[in-house]
């Protein structure tokens, strides 16, 4: 029997879709989609799996996507407050944007950049690039990201919100084997209350949480 608790809310979950290598569950409360942690690729696995992801920080291509994350903090910050890019892979490209720019950014990443004591210290505004559907225990994770917020702070996160674009099952994005929780605007709105944001903005390429 496969767990079908929430992994967000803790709440029962129904089956949601079932496919060769896809099984996901949502939760009847917070909508989170998820897949069961039986099913989860191992940490060697999933280290190998990001490490096939050619990610240059001087590719266009790869600063182009980030950039809806990047011009936000531009817009709402300046180069005396302090960032952090949670989650920041191979490649670093949003710290590489944001210095050249003169902003003070520090870089986390479990695999890549796993210097805990990031974790101590508290940001003007964080990013969270393509990260948030590999969070295992979101809870967890996002108590640990509005902790590392100041007041009035920001967490900026960019991933894949399912909106019914087309039938799950032919969706693209629930493919990648390391995508383990995906995003309904309920789960957001979920976060947002009972993790204590002040607000979150929900655009069609970021989302802004605020503390």
Known sequence: ML????????????????????????CTNCKGIFR???TYLSAVEEKEHYEKHINDVNDVRYQNFVSPIVNEILKDFSSSDIGLDFGSGTGPVIAKMLTDKGFQVSNYDLYFANDLTLLEKKYNYVSCCEVMEHFK??????QLLRNL?????????????FQNQKPFENWYYKDDPTHVFIYQKETLDWIQKNLHFQKVKIYSDVIVFES
């Open 36 to 38: 069961p942690k039986e």
């Open 149 to 161: 917020l100041v007041p009035k702070g920001k967490l900026y996160c960019k991933t894949n919100v």
């Open 3 to 26: 767990e079908n608790k929430c992994p967000l809310c803790n709440n029962d979950a129904k089956l949601f879709c079932e496919k060769v290598n896809h099984i996901f569950y949502e």
């Open 137 to 142: 225990n979101p809870l967890q994770e996002f």
